[in-house]
């Protein structure tokens, strides 16, 4: 059983930056390959980041330039970096892993889930 959790979330100012970590319990961190979701209220849950088994980094476009996902495997550790946000931002930001997927930007790839952490951006 795989436990993923997430921290790092709070409310910052709009242009400011959070990172959010993504603690794993698991044996063999480097297995798995971990994304970032986010959920807004009334809004379904949208892919942010992924960070695939092969080391490859991918991101929604409204994140692009701006976020950064990273991962510590000594560690068991996802990031997500996230710069010059905006209110748009606003959400509760999932960390997710998957011993493998096809598509990374679907939620329904991901086999384990954190609580989430909430990201609050103000105007």
């Known amino acids: 059983q795989v436990q993923v959790a997430e921290s790092g979330g709070g409310l910052v100012q709009a242009g400011g930056s959070l990172r959010l970590s993504c603690a794993a319990s698991?044996?063999?961190?480097?297995?798995?390959?971990m994304g970032w979701f986010r959920q807004a209220p009334g809004k379904e849950r949208e892919f942010v980041a992924a960070f695939t088994l092969s080391g490859n980094t991918y991101y929604a476009d409204s994140v692009k330039g701006r976020f950064t996902i990273s991962r510590d495997n000594a560690k068991n550790t996802v990031y997500l970096q996230m710069n010059s946000l905006k209110p748009e931002d606003t959400a509760v930001y999932y960390c997710?892993?998957?011993?493998?997927?096809?598509?990374?930007?679907?939620?329904?790839?991901?086999?384990?889930w954190g609580q989430g952490t909430q990201v609050t951006v103000s105007s």
């Open positions: 997710a892993a998957a011993r493998g997927y096809s598509d990374y930007a679907l939620a329904g790839e991901y086999k384990y």
């Open positions: 698991v044996r063999t961190f480097s297995i798995y390959a």
